[in-house]
């Protein structure tokens, strides 16, 4: 069985960490955060994969090179032009003979993907996307599924009402909870086992995106699209908060520190993220941040709630503000 992973995107929202490498390069517990899906992949006997590329893709193929280092075998479908969710099934559509698998690069789950696959062959589906409830009622589109659990239509985001009945956290925060869970809307999760046949959808030659050009038009023909929903962790760092957070619950809180670092006595770190080579000096203070590959805290500084880069490989300040030789972006 073959999987795609798909890691090609600009990764914007998680911006200025993607400034020198893919959003699936970025370091996640000390390693590339890709590393995390190939291996997700290979602990169920999938070692044939397919990786898009497109912005930086020298930083994948840096991390990961042919795959042998972490048992499997790796090609690469490298984008001039970013062609999509289901535009990378295009240009790869010769090589998807029997089913196969397709997942984001930036997440980290413990969904039994072989569950998912029998269930995808059990019911002959032409598609089996895995979904979770979202408690939290963050910004993913609702996915609305019918008694048979076949996914009818991909609807808007979590509206104003529904945010206003959560309890406990901001709905930003992995942490929130919707009031029951009868009303809480499902989510994609990025995890899907897909039939060659659902290839007849795919636009040829062109950007496309699955769940609006590809899966809608599957469903209005009768297929089987059909969700399967799962509680087990999932993890997905498509934003600066979403990849602190995840930080946080898998450390229990605690710092993660990559290597070459150095913490000069007096500095405080509290739950935060230290990439390599990192300095932190004396009478300095850091929580709830990220320090990303070589920057330095100079003496008696505070930074609370941001990520930090070096102004040297920014191209273009997006937003924050330009400190000494650092970009602070709030996150």
């Given at each position: 069985?073959?999987?795609?992973?798909?890691?090609?995107?600009?990764?914007?929202?998680?911006?200025?960490?993607?400034?020198?490498?893919?959003?699936?390069?970025?370091?996640?517990?000390?390693?590339?955060?890709?590393?995390?899906?190939?291996?997700?992949?290979?602990?169920?006997?999938?070692?044939?994969?397919?990786?898009?590329?497109?912005?930086?893709?020298?930083?994948?193929?840096?991390?990961?090179?042919?795959?042998?280092?972490?048992?499997?075998?790796?090609?690469?479908?490298?984008?001039?032009?970013?062609?999509?969710?289901?535009?990378?099934?295009?240009?790869?559509?010769?090589?998807?003979?029997?089913?196969?698998?397709?997942?984001?690069?930036?997440?980290?789950?413990?969904?039994?993907?072989?569950?998912?696959?029998?269930?995808?062959?059990?019911?002959?589906?032409?598609?089996?996307?895995?979904?979770?409830?979202?408690?939290?009622?963050?910004?993913?589109?609702?996915?609305?599924?019918?008694?048979?659990?076949?996914?009818?239509?991909?609807?808007?985001?979590?509206?104003?009402?529904?945010?206003?009945?959560?309890?406990?956290?901001?709905?930003?925060?992995?942490?929130?909870?919707?009031?029951?869970?009868?009303?809480?809307?499902?989510?994609?999760?990025?995890?899907?086992?897909?039939?060659?046949?659902?290839?007849?959808?795919?636009?040829?030659?062109?950007?496309?995106?699955?769940?609006?050009?590809?899966?809608?038009?599957?469903?209005?023909?009768?297929?089987?699209?059909?969700?399967?929903?799962?509680?087990?962790?999932?993890?997905?760092?498509?934003?600066?908060?979403?990849?602190l957070e995840a930080h946080q619950r898998l450390q229990n809180g605690s710092v993660t520190i990559g290597?070459?670092?150095?913490?000069?006595?007096?500095?405080?770190?509290?739950?935060?993220?230290?990439?390599?080579?990192?300095?932190?000096?004396?009478?300095?203070?850091?929580?709830?941040?990220?320090?990303?590959?070589?920057?330095?805290?100079?003496?008696?500084?505070?930074?609370?709630?941001?990520?930090?880069?070096?102004?040297?490989?920014?191209?273009?300040?997006?937003?924050?503000?330009?400190?000494?030789?650092?970009?602070?972006?709030?996150?």
């Amino acid at each position: 069985m073959k999987a795609l992973i798909l890691a090609a995107g600009f990764g914007t929202r998680l911006w200025p960490l993607t400034e020198d490498r893919t959003k699936a390069a970025i370091p996640f517990l000390n390693q590339p955060l890709i590393n995390y899906s190939v291996e997700y992949l290979s602990s169920h006997g999938i070692r044939d994969i397919i990786i898009n590329l497109h912005h930086q893709p020298e930083s994948i193929t840096t991390a990961l090179g042919d795959g042998s280092r972490l048992g499997v075998k790796i090609e690469y479908s490298l984008e001039e032009e970013i062609l999509g969710t289901s535009g990378a099934l295009d240009r790869v559509r010769e090589s998807l003979v029997d089913d196969f698998v397709v997942i984001n690069g930036k997440i980290v789950t413990t969904i039994d993907l072989a569950q998912v696959i029998a269930e995808h062959r059990r019911q002959n589906a032409i598609a089996t996307l895995v979904l979770k409830r979202n408690r939290a009622l963050e910004h993913f589109s609702i996915v609305e599924t019918d008694d048979r659990g076949w996914i009818t239509r991909f609807a808007g985001f979590p509206g104003a009402a529904l945010m206003q009945e959560a309890v406990g956290e901001p709905a930003n925060n992995i942490g929130a909870v919707a009031s029951t869970a009868s009303d809480t809307p499902l989510m994609f999760t990025g995890i899907q086992v897909l039939s060659p046949r659902i290839l007849e959808y795919v636009p040829r030659g062109c950007f496309s995106h699955s769940t609006i050009h590809v899966y809608p038009q599957a469903i209005a023909a009768g297929e089987a699209v059909i969700g399967h929903v799962s509680e087990a962790d999932w993890y997905e760092m498509s934003t600066l908060g979403r990849y602190l957070e995840a930080h946080q619950r898998l450390q229990n809180g605690s710092v993660t520190i990559g290597e070459a670092c150095v913490i000069e006595p007096g500095a405080t770190v509290e739950q935060s993220i230290l990439w390599n080579r990192v300095t932190i000096e004396s009478g300095a203070r850091v929580c709830r941040s990220v320090l990303a590959e070589g920057v330095s805290i100079p003496a008696d500084t505070v930074i609370d709630g941001a990520v930090v880069v070096r102004r040297d490989i920014v191209r273009q300040i997006e937003r924050g503000e330009v400190i000494g030789e650092n970009v602070i972006v709030p996150i």
